[in-house]
């Protein structure tokens, strides 16, 4: 987050970036980044979290990592503090104000759409405008042509919406 935020700072400084219609997004990854960014700081005017995933305690046995998880932070039994602190996105959503676009397939076993669909439950929760569209019969990358067009329509769509002022669906 550090590296993701000293980034647009540069930018902005540059004149590159417009500090008032700021975006943010990724896939994988980068959707994990996008969650904390979000929970972190008001400063994005959208964003579009794409496989992402902000509660390890949740996906702890659904996804593909837990011998890495058990390997590198220890059994969430074990070590629940590291657990805790890696949910921040999930457990500080109250704090996110960034209305969230969340994809992802209804097939992905690498980073599974459950993290998505809670994220987009505590923000429709909290009254923050937030959208999840799962794509079915899709994997942790999209390989249906239709389903990429739609998706690349729907994160244009949605950043035109909240970071740009057009109208929208």
């Known amino acids: 987050m550090q590296d993701l935020t000293?980034?647009?700072?540069?930018?902005?400084?540059?004149?590159?970036?417009?500090?008032?219609?700021?975006g943010i997004g990724g896939w994988s990854y980068g959707g994990?980044?996008?969650?904390?960014m979000i929970a972190t700081t008001p400063r994005f005017k959208a964003a579009v979290s794409g496989a992402g995933m902000?509660?390890?305690?949740?996906?702890?046995?659904?996804?593909?990592?837990?011998?890495q998880y058990v390997h590198e932070l220890g059994a969430p039994w074990q070590n629940s503090a590291v657990y805790l602190k890696l949910a921040?996105?999930?457990?500080?959503?109250?704090?996110?104000?960034?209305?969230?676009?969340?994809?992802?397939?209804?097939?992905?076993?690498?980073?599974?759409i459950g993290g998505g669909e809670q994220m987009y439950q505590a923000l429709k929760t909290l009254g923050v405008p937030a959208q999840l569209i799962v794509y079915p019969g899709q994997y942790h990358t999209l390989t249906r042509p239709s389903f990429l067009k739609d998706r690349a329509e729907r994160i244009a769509g949605w950043y035109g919406r909240h970071v740009q002022g057009q109208p929208g669906q």
């Open 88 to 112: 921040y996105p999930f457990l500080h959503a109250d704090r996110i104000r960034t209305p969230t676009l969340f994809m992802g397939g209804d097939k992905d076993f690498n980073v599974p």
């Open 6 to 22: 000293a980034g647009v700072d540069d930018l902005i400084a540059r004149g590159l970036a417009d500090p008032a219609r700021l």
């Open 54 to 67: 902000a509660n390890p305690l949740a996906s702890y046995g659904t996804d593909e990592y837990s011998i």
């Open 32 to 36: 994990i980044l996008t969650d904390y």
